[in-house]
């Protein structure tokens, strides 16, 4: 069985349970079910419910007629009460909430990709070229990052990548670039470079 944490579509989620994945998501507040069975659950973990409950809604007991889990849970970071729904009967309900919260790490993840990475488009859209080309954007980005701490530069990360994919054909110095340092000496001046063109 493998984990699918989507949206609510009581089609789509039925046919998920069909082919033995099992789903976890979030609850709309205005979902119809009856309760059929209430199982014992530990308050200190912040589980305030574990039900069986079968849909009651005209096009979602249609959609969906075998029965579901209902999960309760009170989360003490954000300060709010989480209704989960899943078709998995065997794991424990802290689990279930612990899923749906790794999942939420996942998206958070994204998003930072997304503001972050600067991956406005892909090369390749195969499984290998997307991760490939993920994986060279965290990569330079860790890098700039080393350098903008060994360097101790007030500018963000940013900025710093903006210098840089406006300067990377140019022959100077990172540290030159990004501070107001004169690299420039006599001896560059005057080098001992042969002239193939005397004017």
Not at 151 to 157: E, H, K, Q, Y
Not at 161 to 170: C, D, P, Y
């Amino acid at each position: 069985m493998r984990l699918v944490i989507g949206y609510l579509d009581f089609d789509r989620l039925y046919l998920l349970n069909l082919f033995h994945a099992f789903f976890i998501i979030r609850a709309k507040s205005n979902l119809q079910f009856r309760r059929l069975y209430s199982h014992p659950i530990d308050k200190s973990t912040g589980l305030r419910c574990d039900q069986t409950i079968a849909l009651t809604g005209i096009h979602s007991a249609e959609y969906y007629p075998e029965q579901l889990r209902r999960v309760r849970f009170f989360d003490k970071d954000t300060d709010k009460n989480l209704i989960f729904l899943s078709n998995n009967f065997i794991l424990p309900a802290y689990a279930i909430a612990q899923l749906y919260k790794c999942r939420w790490q996942i998206e958070l993840f994204f998003k930072w990709i997304k503001q972050h990475l600067r991956i406005k488009s892909f090369y390749g859209t195969s499984e290998n070229a997307v991760k490939t080309q993920v994986w060279i954007a965290i990569s330079i980005y860790v890098l700039v990052a080393i350098i903008k701490k060994r360097l101790n530069l007030d500018m963000s990360l940013y900025t710093f990548l903006q210098i840089l994919s406006v300067t990377e054909f140019e022959k100077v110095s990172i540290y030159q670039l990004l501070t107001e340092f004169d690299y420039t000496t006599q001896e560059d001046l005057y080098s001992k470079q042969l002239k193939l063109f005397e004017l």
